[in-house]
Structures are given as C-alpha cells and as structure tokens.
C-alpha cells in the first residue's frame, strides 16, 4: 500500500470513528482549547501507530486503547503542547450547533460532570460501558479480566444509580 | 432515572454526535503530516546523557580510588567508595527506565501502557532516594586522619554530630520516601515544583493501576 493509499484509508477510519476522539477528549479535557490539542494529539499518536495496527483488534478496540492511552498519560500537559508547539490551529473535530432537546442536553452535560470527576481509569471503564462494549472487547481495552469487568462495572453502575436516581 | 435510561440518554448524545460532529479532513491530514517525535523518543537522549555522563563520573572516581588507595584518608577513600556505588546503582535505574520505555507501547491495553509509563517516572523517585543517601559522605569525605586526636575533641564532638545527623536523616528520608508518604506535609514539601508534579501523579495512577487489577 502506498503511503497516500495508507493516509486515504487512516482518514476514513478516523472518519468513521470520530465520536471516539470527541468523547474521550470530552471526558478527560474540560478545557477547549486544550481539548482541541488532545484531539491533535491522539490524531498523531493513531497515525505513528498505524503501521503496527493488529488485524485481530477491531478499528474501534485500537482508537480505544490509543485514545485513553494518550488522554490519561502526560501527553496533554501544558508543557508538552509548547515542545510540539502544533503549528496547525483549525480544529480536527467541530460540533455543529446542539439541538439537543434541552432536558437532555443538561442531562448529558450532567452525566459529562460527573465523568469528569473519576479517577483516569474510572472513566475509561465507564465510557466504555456507556458504549455498551462487550466485557471482552472492554477486557482487551483495559487489560483486565472479563470477570474484573464484571466486577468493575456492576460497582459504576451502583454510583451512577445513586448519582443520576434523583433526575 | 435507572441505569437504562443512562444508557438510552448516552445512546441520544451519540446519534447527535454521529450527525452533527463534523469531521476536518484536511486538519487531520496536516497532523499526519508533522514531523513530531513520541513523548517517550523525546526522553530517551537526556537519559542516555545521563548515563553517559554518570559512566565518566564513575570510571573517573574508580579511578582515583585505585590511585590514591595507598595514599589517601581512609576517609575519602570510604567517601568515594559509597560515593560511586550510589552512582552505580542510579545508573542502573536510568537503564532500567530505557527498558521500559522500549516496553511501553501506546497501542497496547491502558493498564499495561499505562503501568510502564507510571513505572518510568516513579523510579525517577528511587534516584532521588538514593542521592538522598550520599547526604553524610559529603561531611566524611575531606576529614584528614590527623584531627583525630584528644586536643579536637570539640571539632571531632561537631563532625561526628554532623555525620550522624545527616546519616539518620538520610535513612529517614531514603525509608519513607515512597507512595504511602505522598500526602504528607514534608513530601508535598520535598517535591514540591511543577517538574514533580508529573511523578506525583504517576504514583497516584500506579497506585490505581494496582487497585484494577485485584
């Protein structure tokens, strides 16, 4: 494959499975500005990985795994964004303007706050469960047992009950 | 609201998120196209520095211990001794820490990434205990044999308060040093700049890694 085969095809992906980058940069970045950077971030790391990419994962277990490794290590802090000094400031991911029905908007941004609020590896797991993954493929992501999925998840799923039980 | 509704509301954001979030594809495609190194490629030249350098510090004062031997104090010879060891031993921790940046690969599972990446930065820890533990050579390694006698028993009085001092603190220090002692006072104190901010957290995350994985 060439390398504009191999780029054309990168972007398709990333394409496809924007809503990863954008969820996960949401959950570990409540600044824009440095949300934005993240999302650069993660973009390069998917793209010098690309060649590595193991055909037993599916697309969606590897943005995974690249994108949480990428958000809960250093790679976003202030001092690291001026060594790489992006010369690229247009945004990779925009939102168009929300007409989410307003209940559920604040819903979700309530849901967002309190993701925000979790331990890194917190709230990988519960993005993941809110994904609906199966405990396998969470399994793979994580690096934990299915059985400790299990585990992990009936325990967020008591916290978001006690959380959320009053909306 | 029940754990399905949750689940229905995320379902909702989602949908919206697949409609409405628009994708850049030429931003993305200028990022692909920086010339940027990894995190970890970026480490890997000021350790390697560092080890280079600590070998020529190390060859250098072997050196002058095999030398001077005969020569000189037994104190400085003793000095020099634990002196270079602890330089070894720092050594050893800077490879160690090559290794694992070799391991650490970023498209692998968040705990093992994770893992290697904490490990690195908090062994950085272990470097700063054991330099911690040179304190009292540092008193010990200029003292001539010939003050050694009854007429500078008051300057022997303070060395000897000085070395045991520095000794006890040393140990203190190189003992509690570690993830249990990371909210107290004296260590918040000790590593208290921006520059350690990122080995604080990296112990607070091994410290969650562990959790996980029981």
């Given at each position: 494959m060439s390398t504009a085969e191999k780029q054309g095809l990168f972007l398709q992906i990333l394409e496809k499975h924007k809503g990863i980058l954008y969820k996960v940069a949401h959950a570990y970045c409540a600044d824009n500005e440095q949300r934005k950077d993240l999302i650069q971030e993660i973009v390069i790391q998917l793209w010098k990985s690309f060649n590595n990419y193991?055909?037993?994962?599916r697309y969606s277990t590897w943005i995974y795994r690249i994108a949480l490794n990428v958000a809960i290590s250093?790679?976003?802090?202030e001092h690291r964004r001026k060594e790489i000094a992006h010369p690229i400031s247009n945004n990779i991911l925009e939102l168009a303007e929300n007409d989410m029905p307003d209940e559920k908007a604040h819903q979700v941004k309530q849901l967002q706050e309190f993701i925000n609020t979790l331990k890194d590896l917190d709230k990988a797991l519960i993005l993941l469960y809110l994904e609906e993954k199966p405990y396998k493929e969470i399994a793979a992501i994580m690096g934990i047992s299915e059985t400790n999925v299990g585990t992990k998840i009936g325990r967020i799923k008591i916290i978001l009950q006690e959380k959320f039980s009053i909306l | 609201m029940q754990n399905t509704d949750i689940l229905a509301l995320w379902k909702t954001y989602d949908n919206k998120l697949e409609t409405s979030l628009q994708f850049n594809k030429k931003t993305a495609e200028a990022v692909t196209q920086l010339r940027v190194t990894s995190f970890l490629s970026s480490m890997r030249p000021l350790k390697l520095f560092t080890i280079v350098v600590g070998l020529i510090w190390v060859i250098f004062v072997d050196t002058l211990i095999i030398n001077l031997y005969?020569?000189?104090s037994p104190f400085f010879i003793i000095s020099a001794g634990i002196q270079v060891l602890l330089t070894k031993i720092a050594i050893g921790i800077y490879i160690y820490q090559l290794v694992l940046m070799h391991q650490a690969d970023i498209s692998e599972n968040i705990v093992i990434t994770q893992y290697h990446l904490a490990k690195i930065k908090s062994t950085t820890l272990l470097i700063a205990r054991i330099l911690f533990l040179q304190l009292p050579i540092w008193a010990t390694f200029?003292?001539?044999?010939?003050?050694?006698?009854?007429?500078?028993w008051l300057l022997l009085l303070v060395i000897f308060i000085i070395v045991l001092a520095f000794s006890i603190l040393s140990i203190w220090l190189f003992v509690n040093i570690n993830l249990a002692n990371k909210d107290k006072k004296w260590f918040r104190l000790i590593f208290?700049?921006?520059?350690w901010q990122p080995l604080i957290r990296s112990m607070e995350l091994l410290e969650e890694i562990e959790a996980y994985q029981m």
């Open positions: 193991k055909e037993q994962f250093d790679y976003r802090k | 005969s020569v000189a200029s003292l001539p044999l010939h003050i050694f006698n009854k007429e500078n208290n700049g921006r520059e």
